[in-house]
């Protein structure tokens, strides 16, 4: 077995990636343990929000990094002993993901297998958890979360 000491959780603020970001906090260990939250800012969402309410894509973005950025801080709060580094970014999900995870050379990407995306989504075009298993260099650790 292996020692992870520092992960990368990608979240998406679901229920699944809440519950992988508690479970994360239990697997790291060592003399500093960390947890690198990541979120990123789907350009497709924010061109589908901004289609639909008609608001600048850089106002959506802003809003939806005010977001994730509470959301995080709240999330960060819950850990006790264990160092929680937040990032907020935008791109493609899975491509940001396997990219931080290179750049920062973690032990391990932890990521929840469903999110709040559509399962019947994965069965067509493969999850974003897929994706990052295929793109990262890194060991990736995927959990299941019953819904």
Not at 28 to 44: F, K, Q, R, T, Y
Not at 46 to 61: F, N, P, Q
Request: charged share 25%; proline share 3%; aromatic share 4%.
């Amino acid at each position: 077995m292996f020692e992870l000491n520092e992960v990368l959780v990608p979240v998406d603020f679901s229920i699944a990636s809440r519950e992988t970001f508690a479970r994360a906090l239990a697997m790291v260990d060592g003399e500093s343990p960390a947890v690198i939250l990541l979120h990123v800012i789907d350009p497709v969402l924010v061109e589908a929000i901004s289609s639909v309410t008609g608001e600048l894509a850089a106002a959506v973005v802003g809003r939806l990094r005010a977001r994730a950025e509470d959301e995080m801080a709240a999330m960060a709060d819950s850990a006790a002993s264990v160092e929680i580094v937040r990032m907020v970014t935008e791109g493609t999900p899975f491509y940001e993901i396997a990219r931080h995870a290179d750049e920062l050379a973690v032990d391990a990407v932890v990521i929840a297998k469903t999110g709040q995306r559509d399962a019947r989504e994965g069965l067509f075009f493969g999850s974003t958890a897929e994706k990052v298993v295929r793109a990262c260099r890194e060991p990736v650790i995927v959990l299941t979360h019953d819904a």
